[in-house]
């Protein structure tokens, strides 16, 4: 398995938990590794490999350590938002290599922008920290 580059924008979906103290406005925190995300940045992952690793003998399976993990559908990832969490919308940019596809429940890219978010009962994106 080979990461594959992506042929246009794609948009996929993250859970995260939203910063509420007023000088962490518009940030967000990842539930995994505490990674920070701030609303209309581009993150990138230096570390991303084309193929992933594998583990044990004669395994198929690679893993993927380093990368931006998201969810390729809304309701997925709604479904993983609890207690004091927000999904977030985000573009895999045009270019970006990345794992998965719309038949999988989820991608990992090497770039992925953050382009929205939203809470539990929200019926639209907001674009702004407020």
């Excluded at 080979?2 to 990842?30: H, M, Q």
């Excluded at 390729?72 to 895999?92: G, K, N, P, S, W």
Aim: hydrophobic letters at 30%.
């Amino acid at each position: 398995m080979r990461a594959r580059r992506a042929e246009k924008d794609i948009i996929c979906y993250k859970t995260v938990w939203r910063r509420s103290a007023p000088k962490n406005k518009g940030t967000f925190l990842s539930k995994y590794k505490n990674f920070i995300y701030k609303l209309g940045e581009t993150y990138t992952e230096p570390m991303f490999a084309e193929i992933p690793e594998h583990w044990g003998t004669g395994n198929e399976f690679g893993a993927v350590k380093f990368g931006f993990h998201s969810y390729t559908d809304l309701r997925t990832a709604m479904e993983d938002v609890f207690y004091h969490e927000v999904a977030l919308r985000c573009v895999i940019p045009k270019g970006t290599l990345y794992y998965g596809d719309q038949d999988s429940i989820s991608y990992c890219s090497k770039t992925i922008r953050i382009i929205g978010w939203r809470e539990r009962g929200d019926k639209d994106w907001r674009v702004t920290a407020d």
